[in-house]
């Protein structure tokens, strides 16, 4: 069963095509990846998905549990479950961290017709979090993203991931210039919502992440489709012989 389903995709930036007709399933409860050479169209994808107004999808259809969402709001595409996490988290002077998050989880529990966390419980369960993976408990409360180090940024990203509990969650690069231990703590707070239903897209240029994060699919992304799938040995396959053995003949 597909939680997320993209049929014949088209989107354009400016007055050039990005994505040209990419076809793409996301099983419910799986780990996809997705690779491909710079500029392929991975971010492009990512933003297509959540509806960012940099793109503009001129043909094809976004399915997400079941809906027609492709020209829906933004906002209401996160209320649904979908979650971006950008390859370049934006720093927001003068919006505190934990205000921000709490105003977004409670925005989600109330579309969903849950009731509200109070301010002890959502600091309680922030504050859980953020030790798990590694997140500075000052940063908690300065303004967003705001001095941040790169993978602290990037660990931010995955607190609201793991605090707003998404249905589909997109990493954009997640990975991207993170040492070591940040990789660990991310792909800690990657398999600790694992639970069988929820489906991930992690798009990477590189392999080390799924040393940590074992994904059931990988997809190579050429010149805006998706040129083959297949599981993970085909890392294996890419790593011996570059892009250049995917390309469409």
């Given amino acids: 069963m597909s939680k997320l389903e993209i049929k014949n995709l088209k989107a354009k930036i400016g007055d050039k095509e990005i994505l ?3 076809d793409l399933a996301l099983e419910e409860g799986k780990v996809h990846v997705i690779m491909g050479p710079n500029g392929a169209g991975k971010s492009t994808l990512s933003k297509a998905i959540v509806g960012h107004y940099d793109i503009n999808v001129t043909d094809g259809k976004i399915i997400f549990k079941g809906k027609d969402i492709t020209n829906e709001e933004p906002e209401i595409r996160a209320l649904e479950g979908l979650f971006l996490s950008f390859q370049h988290p934006v720093e927001i002077p003068g919006v505190n961290n ?3 998050l709490r105003t977004a989880v409670n925005a989600k529990r109330r579309y969903e017709g849950k009731e509200e966390l109070n301010a002890a419980e959502f600091l309680r369960e922030m504050r859980e979090i953020a030790k798990e993976i590694g997140l500075k408990p000052e ?3 300065r303004s967003l993203n705001v001095g941040f180090s790169g993978g ?3 660990r931010n990203e995955v607190l609201q991931m793991m605090m707003l509990k998404p249905d589909v969650i997109i990493l954009d ?5 993170l040492d070591i231990d940040a990789l660990k703590d991310v792909s800690k707070g990657i398999n600790k919502l694992r639970d069988g239903k929820r489906s991930f897209l992690i ?10 994060v074992k994904p059931d699919y990988i997809h190579i992304l050429m010149d805006g489709k998706v040129v083959k799938t297949a599981g993970p040995e085909l890392v294996e396959k890419l790593e011996k012989e570059g892009y250049s053995s995917f390309e469409e003949k």
């Fill in 20 to 22: 040209k007709g990419l």
């Fill in 98 to 100: 934990a205000y921000f």
């Fill in 139 to 141: 940063l908690l409360n």
């Fill in 152 to 154: 602290e940024k990037k």
């Fill in 173 to 177: 690069e997640i990975d991207s210039g």
């Fill in 203 to 212: 798009i990477t240029h590189y392999s080390r992440i799924l040393d940590y």
